[in-house]
DNA sequence: GCATATTTGTCCGTATGTATA
DNA sequence: CTATACATACGGACAAATATG
């Protein structure tokens, strides 16, 4: 009845060593889900993964606990706790969510006057090393580096908060990602939007770069709602 | 040593019968910060509210996990919870926060066509409610009324995650209110803005509204930051 | 600086209630 | 309907860290 996972986290263990356990534990469990190991729907029984990781139930239930507030994880009231699986609802409210922050982030960057220098740097790299990866056929590094994009939009924001509510939102969606056909080439034909989003920015036209990144929500959301 | 807000949790036993228990505490808990009955910094004593409340730590800790998440507690490494204390870095951050969700709040519901209808009612409700509050003298019903103005400017976009983005943020800021001298008149001043805001919005034209906002925005940060 | 008391961190065992085959 | 599996919640235990005198 074990199924294959629980055997791979077992391999994890040694690393459980220092720090907040619950913290290593989710940290574990976290890279498990977004790098699609555990799949959406799954549940996580708790006497199984802590006896496959060596940790009480109590210390489990911590890390489920982070997991969930991080909406990677569901917990049903009395039956355990599931990966989330996101419905056709949920990409339409992450989208609408993003439009918000990432078009936000760039008008108070502008505000702000902090389209350029170090903050643009970061979106810059991103771009270059989507490209690059591309380049090389490296598609997994493709969707990473579109990660980093669009973190590093977030970014210019200067906002603690508007930092990790994109972090969330990212790692949400990896979840439809994995529950794609091909979730390889996803991300390569928007690695042009991205160029160009980033050139406007560089160029202090922000609002066409708004334009232009809302414009990439639409194509992306639509494709991941047809997906699903 | 017992605190008096300890036994005022004990007569709050009676309500934590069904449900999830470390919820019902955590419902409880909640409700004892925001409203200013445990103020910023108060060490929360496991055993001692454990005792209060009738649960157990276990549970009670599920409880502080959950607030925690919420921003309304901290969590130092070997030392207990503590209700929030803020600094002026987190009015800073709060307040950019705010200004990219309500303000992207209001263009997408103009982009979805949502100024209107019963949203805007919900707007205007608030909105009249702060009036009459004030008129009443009520400085308490004058703040409930202005929370439920943003958080109605919020629900413009359409979002499950910004409305629940903007309870998080709001419920953070009453934490700054109660550390402040006189919290009951600082939303007095800012109804006339709340009706010029919904009066743009109103009539369509959001980029007023927007600007509006941001101007409401710098003077009450600055008004807060000055408070700290 | 040291010794003691308090409090948290972690884990275990168990009784009870709930969902599912 | 019964049986099984599992989550919920409790209480106790001990180590480790912190606070106090």
Redesign the interface.
């Given at each position: 009845m074990t199924a294959e996972w629980v055997e791979e986290l077992g391999a994890e263990r040694a690393s459980l060593g220092r720090a907040?356990t619950a913290g290593r534990v989710a940290d574990v469990l976290r890279a498990h889900v977004t790098q699609g190991r555990l799949l959406p729907g799954t549940r996580l029984s708790e006497e199984e993964i802590g006896a496959a990781l060596g940790v009480s139930r109590?210390t489990l239930?911590?890390a489920f606990?982070?997991l969930t507030?991080e909406r990677l994880l569901t917990h049903e009231?009395n039956r355990g706790v599931f990966v989330r699986r996101l419905d056709s609802d949920d990409v339409r409210?992450?989208y609408?969510?993003r439009?918000?922050?990432e078009?936000?982030?760039i008008?108070?960057g502008a505000t702000l006057g902090r389209l350029t220098g170090e903050p643009l740097d970061d979106v810059r790299r991103a771009v270059e090393t989507g490209e690059r990866a591309a380049a090389a056929g490296d598609w997994n590094e493709v969707g990473t580096a579109n990660m980093e994009f669009h973190q590093a939009l977030g970014a210019l924001?200067?906002?603690?908060?508007?930092d990790e509510?994109m972090s969330h939102?990212l790692a949400e969606l990896r979840l439809v990602f994995h529950a794609m056909a091909a979730p390889e080439a996803f991300h390569q034909p928007y690695l042009e939007d991205n160029r160009r989003i980033f050139e406007f920015v560089a160029a202090g036209s922000h609002e066409e770069a708004v334009a232009a990144l809302l414009a990439y929500f639409d194509a992306a959301e639509a494709q991941l709602a047809a997906a699903i």
């Amino acid at each position: 009845m074990t199924a294959e996972w629980v055997e791979e986290l077992g391999a994890e263990r040694a690393s459980l060593g220092r720090a907040s356990t619950a913290g290593r534990v989710a940290d574990v469990l976290r890279a498990h889900v977004t790098q699609g190991r555990l799949l959406p729907g799954t549940r996580l029984s708790e006497e199984e993964i802590g006896a496959a990781l060596g940790v009480s139930r109590n210390t489990l239930r911590e890390a489920f606990r982070l997991l969930t507030h991080e909406r990677l994880l569901t917990h049903e009231f009395n039956r355990g706790v599931f990966v989330r699986r996101l419905d056709s609802d949920d990409v339409r409210d992450l989208y609408a969510f993003r439009r918000i922050l990432e078009c936000g982030a760039i008008r108070r960057g502008a505000t702000l006057g902090r389209l350029t220098g170090e903050p643009l740097d970061d979106v810059r790299r991103a771009v270059e090393t989507g490209e690059r990866a591309a380049a090389a056929g490296d598609w997994n590094e493709v969707g990473t580096a579109n990660m980093e994009f669009h973190q590093a939009l977030g970014a210019l924001a200067d906002s603690q908060r508007v930092d990790e509510a994109m972090s969330h939102v990212l790692a949400e969606l990896r979840l439809v990602f994995h529950a794609m056909a091909a979730p390889e080439a996803f991300h390569q034909p928007y690695l042009e939007d991205n160029r160009r989003i980033f050139e406007f920015v560089a160029a202090g036209s922000h609002e066409e770069a708004v334009a232009a990144l809302l414009a990439y929500f639409d194509a992306a959301e639509a494709q991941l709602a047809a997906a699903i």
